[in-house]
């Protein structure tokens, strides 16, 4: 790293921001950028004026630099800065700033991918101190900012293309003057020589990029023949091209490897994490990045010293990989998935899941992704690589990006791309993967068990016949045990414990599995001993799995832990120790409402969970509060009209229903409540239709509105749900005695 710090190009600490603005992803500046006083006038002057301004300008031409040189001067103008880049998806990065404005300011936006956008806009709409910046759009790609080119506000927006079509109150970048050039060109050139000076200005015509590039040539090419490399630029159709070529070949092999890989993940943005994860030689990794830093072809945009972000222009990465061939891109951009996805990734859920909320990750998986359309991938890279990003989609809510790789799959299932016969076991390995993922899909973006179980088993039939792969063999199995258990089939989740045992233990004992997948049995065992109603042993079992994540250094905030802490209110729940329940309750929901969409089914089930803990508690007007606002977050989020609540399939849809109407009746309403039980088990019909009779939860539904029903000598309400529990659960279950005993002999006999 020593190395690294001696390269010219130096960053101002993102810390100076930190008195003057609560949030900005700015990327400082360089050292060396000549001041472009009559641009930076004239950006000022036109937000001052239209608080929008168009930067137009050639790739190289520094239309990047002078924002960041804009913004940074102007720091104390603004709360908020944040840069926008257009070659990766904009509402997500919507997303990001949603989230860090929720942090600082608590805002309350949504969080949600669909939502983020709108609602950051219509937050900032009418405020000031603000300056969004959307950089790197191309020609004929200003159609993706479209929708903003009109928009109305109080703010600053600053646009950045090569393209000035639909732009409004325009800068154009110009080359840079003589004057400029030779100043750029002195401060790099380490030995001062006013004839190579003047000839890097006479032949690179005002662009920086070519500029820094040129100086950096001589500075660092050993023995370079002055005299023949400026006859070769001066005849070069291709000024930067001959640049590149002439840098490459000073690299070492696996350097040459690296700057080609990078040109075809997000040049923009990638960390050095990532880059051990594409580079074919990682102990050479540090050596490689002083060569590509040395040369200007990558510059750090970042002070982390532990793992630095890099970037590469885009016309250094268009141009390597115009020196490539298309038969040479499609080899590297194979290589990189699978030394992404296969070579370098955990193969442990826990350390999977740190890996993909790493820096620059999913960011940089979206830009291979969008580069399978421009060369040829191999059917199976393709589909591990998809798979990820259907898993990444599901963790972000992004679920139109997660159907399209659904649809993408089944496609090529369709026209027998996966069949298991032909297939060698890294294959099964990446169909199974595939399979459990969209199972993953059915079972918690759309929430329904029915169809996500039946390609949990399809997962589970190709991934058996290949030799090792414990660990999806144990998330697969783990995925079927909680279904199954969503199902209401008990004894079938049982069986499925007891294969993830035998799996688990295969794996440990062939270092095939991670240390901290450990923690997912004592998850699994913890929805066992609810489902069996073994609820102290459960709490013991779900503190165990909360104290594996922590040892894994798995934040409080990690969907894998979030899930802990919700079955352990769970099951406090169900031990009646209400105050304890509710108070990790509201701990987590304060935790998750600064990071989510006000409306999303974490904060939902959580609204659940403290209705029935103020139930529990006697505080029935608080817990109908809740309850209403956990079945109204249900509605919005899942889409759902009132009409159209008895075909839903969410059963924890259902089981807010379930606590509202109980503290309806609670409060005197009855008949209201009679008539929302109905709607909560019609969906606990949908949802365990093939297996009624094991669900603890609708025999706890039918019970409790069967005697409400008794409570109140309704006869039709009783004869409902008293029939339905006779008929589904028997006449010998405690409930049905007790609704004998219970209610007037003329009422149940007749039933």
């Known amino acids: 790293m020593n190395k690294l710090i001696a390269i010219i190009v130096f960053f101002i600490s993102n810390a100076v921001f930190a008195q003057d603005i609560h949030i900005n992803n700015l990327i400082n500046p360089v050292s060396y950028f000549v001041d472009h006083i009559q641009q930076l006038r004239e950006i000022k002057y036109n937000l001052d004026k239209y608080k929008t301004v168009g930067v137009v300008g050639t790739s190289g031409i520094g239309k990047t630099q002078l924002m960041r040189m804009y913004a940074y001067e102007n720091k104390n103008r603004y709360r908020i800065i944040w840069f926008f880049d257009c070659n990766t998806d904009i509402d997500e990065q919507f997303t990001k700033l949603a989230k860090e404005m929720n942090t600082a300011f608590h805002t309350g936006i949504p969080t949600s991918y669909e939502l983020s956008k709108k609602e950051v806009l219509r937050y900032l709409q009418a405020k000031e101190d603000w300056l ?42 110009k080359k840079f003057p003589k004057e400029d050039c030779i100043e750029l060109v002195n401060i790099i050139l380490q030995e001062k020589n006013s004839d190579i000076v003047n000839f890097l200005v006479d032949e690179f015509q005002g662009y920086p990029v070519l500029l820094v590039q040129g100086a950096q040539i001589i500075n660092n090419v050993k023995g370079l023949d002055l005299k023949k490399y400026k006859k070769m630029i001066r005849e070069s159709d291709s000024k930067i091209k001959y640049n590149i070529e002439l840098c490459i070949k000073e690299l070492s092999l696996s350097a040459r490897k690296l700057l080609k890989k990078i ?35 990558i510059s750090s945009i970042s002070s982390d010293q532990e793992n630095p972000i890099y970037e590469m222009h885009d016309i250094i990465a ?42 620059t990750f999913n960011e940089n998986l979206q830009v291979i992704l969008n580069n399978t359309k421009k060369f040829q991938v191999e059917v199976f890279k393709e589909a591990k690589l998809r798979e990820e990003v259907l898993l990444s989609s599901l963790n972000n809510r992004k679920y139109n990006l997660a159907s399209a790789m659904v649809e993408w799959f089944e496609e090529k ?40 179980i039946n390609y949990f088993i399809r997962a589970k039939e190709v991934i058996l016949s290949a030799n090792g792969y414990e660990s999806i063999k144990f998330n697969i199995m783990y995925q079927i045990l909680r279904t199954r258990l969503d199902l209401g089939q008990v004894s079938n989740a049982e069986k499925a414990w007891e294969e993830i045992i035998k799996i688990y233990e295969i794996g440990t004992k062939n270092n095939t599995m991670d240390l901290f997948d450990n923690s997912f049995v004592h998850v699994a065992k913890t929805r066992l001993l609810v489902a069996k109603e073994q609820y102290q042993e459960a709490l013991q079992e779900v503190d165990k799995a909360i104290n594996a994540f922590k040892q894994a250094a798995i934040k409080d905030n990690n969907v894998l832990l979030e899930s802990s802490y919700q079955l352990k209110i769970e099951t406090l729940n169900n031990l009646s120790k209400y105050k304890e329940s509710y108070d990790l309750s509201r701990w987590l929901y304060e935790l998750y409402q600064p990071l989510l ?54 059963i924890q849809f259902g089981k807010a229903l379930m606590i509202q109407a109980k ?20 969906i606990h019909n949908n949802v365990y239709a093939e297996n009624l009779s094991g669900s603890n939860s609708l025999k706890t539904l039918l019970f409790e509105a069967a005697k409400i029903a008794c409570d109140q000598g309704d006869k039709f309400w009783f004869k409902h749900f008293y029939g339905n529990i006779k008929y589904i659960f028997g006449i010998n279950i405690p409930q049905v005695k007790e609704l004998q005993e219970k209610c007037k002999k003329e009422i149940y006999e007749n039933y």
């Not at 297939?423 to 169809?451: Q, R, T, W």
């Not at 103020?614 to 977050?633: H, T």
């Not at 503290?663 to 019609?682: D, M, N, Q, T």
């Open 318 to 359: 268009q141009t390597v990989r115009d020196i490539s061939t298309d038969d040479e891109n499609n080899v590297q951009l194979n290589e990189i998935i699978f030394n992404v996805l296969v070579r370098s990734f955990p193969t442990g859920v826990v350390q999977k899941q740190t890996t993909r909320v790493s820096s």
């Open 263 to 297: 040109a075809l993940i997000n040049n923009n943005k990638f960390s050095k994490s990532f880059l051990n994860m594409v580079a074919d030689h990682i102990n050479t990794i540090d050596d490689d990045i002083y060569q590509l830093s040395k040369y200007l072809l």
């Open 413 to 452: 299932d369709k026209n027998k791309a996966f069949v298991i016969e032909k297939m060698n076991d890294h294959e099964k390995y990446v169909c199974a993967s595939y399979l459990n993922a969209i199972g993953g899909y059915y079972n918690f973006a759309l929430s329904n068990p029915v169809k996500a």
């Open 597 to 650: 969409n006000s409306d999303h089914e974490i904060l939902a089930n959580l609204c659940t969970k403290m209705a029935i803990s103020q139930y529990g508690l006697g505080d029935y007007k608080e817990s109908l509060i809740l309850a209403n606002k956990a079945v109204n977050m249900f509605m919005k989020v899942r889409k759902i009209e009132e009409q159209e609540i008895q075909f839903v399939n969410d």
């Open 663 to 682: 503290v309806l009746a609670a409060l005197g309403k009855p008949e209201e409540s009679l008539i929302i039980y109905e709607k909560a088990e019609a």
């Open 132 to 173: 969004l910046v959307f950089d790197n759009l191309k020609i004929s790609e200003n159609n993706k900012i479209n929708d903003l080119l009109n928009w109305e506000h109080n703010g600053n927006v600053i646009f950045s293309s090569q393209d000035s079509t639909l732009l409004k109150h325009l800068i154009k970048m």
